[in-house]
């Protein structure tokens, strides 16, 4: 493998997928998709149904993901999860003999949150990478919701749940989006003055969205998440926090 190609498909619906996105699954010479276990078929199912609706004729070939050690401290056990994949890639592309640059399909943008860059830095030899940019959680959010990522000369803090609840409301923010959240972590802040906007499934036809006031829109948007991942057996979601400024 000379080239790998790793191409962002927005949040799930097949019209997020850019015109150069569409193009570069149509010229790979092979495409990997991930199989992520038990319940969660749907998710290797929208990928098959991008590359139907882009028109890619290359081979598809699916491998199984590994799952992540929880009895590692955290850090270990990304790192040695970030190994088997990119193991399993290298495998995997062994095997089909491919001749042609292999595309992989990104969740969202390659570049915010995602690790399959780091992932492919571990590939040897090394591929020349090319990123094709995907419309982010972040912006199908804000679409979503009809809002605007940042206030007037106002900054935006982007973090993971993981730090809003060790490290509390980032110092002197305004607006916090956040990404990789399992736990609903707002819940460990101090809900007065904050307003939450969350969102899940985006841009697809199961998308449910709330906001409101964190007190209020909290607690139902707890139930509503957990309600949600038990029906489809995995759910991915954001939200955006803002401060009530007074001026």
């Known amino acids: 493998m000379r080239e790998l190609w790793l191409v962002g498909i927005g949040t799930g619906n097949p019209d997020h997928l850019t015109l150069e996105?569409?193009?570069a699954l149509r010229e790979a010479a092979l495409v990997l998709v991930p199989r992520k276990g038990?319940?969660?078929d749907d998710l290797a199912d929208l990928r098959h149904a991008i590359l139907e609706s882009a028109g890619a004729s290359a081979p598809v070939v699916e491998f199984d993901m590994p799952v992540r050690d929880e009895t590692l401290p955290y850090?270990?056990?990304v790192y040695r999860?970030?190994?088997?994949?990119?193991?399993?890639?290298s495998d995997t592309i062994a095997r089909n003999d491919v001749e042609g640059p292999v595309a992989l399909l990104?969740?969202?943008?390659p570049?915010?949150?995602d690790s399959t860059l780091r992932i492919a830095e571990r590939l040897t030899p090394a591929p020349r990478i090319r990123v094709v940019p995907g419309i982010s959680a972040l912006q199908a959010l804000t679409a979503a919701h009809a809002?605007?990522?940042?206030?007037v000369n106002g900054a935006v803090t982007v973090t993971t749940g993981r730090r809003l609840r060790d490290h509390g409301w980032p110092d002197n923010a305004e607006s916090v989006?956040?990404?990789l959240d399992g736990e609903c972590s707002f819940r460990t802040l101090c809900a007065e003055g904050l307003t939450i906007w969350w969102g899940a499934f985006l841009g697809m036809a199961e998308q449910v969205l709330d906001f409101g006031p964190l007190d209020q829109a909290g607690p139902r948007i707890v139930e509503t998440r957990a309600a949600a991942r038990a029906r489809h057996g995995w759910i991915m979601d954001t939200y955006l926090l803002r401060r009530e400024i007074r001026r």
Do not use: Q, T
């Open 21 to 23: 996105g569409r193009r």
């Open 38 to 40: 038990s319940g969660k």
């Open 75 to 77: 850090l270990d056990r």
């Open 81 to 89: 999860w970030h190994e088997e994949i990119a193991h399993r890639w």
């Open 106 to 109: 990104v969740w969202g943008d």
């Open 111 to 113: 570049g915010l949150y």
């Open 147 to 151: 809002i605007p990522f940042n206030m």
């Open 177 to 179: 989006a956040i990404m």
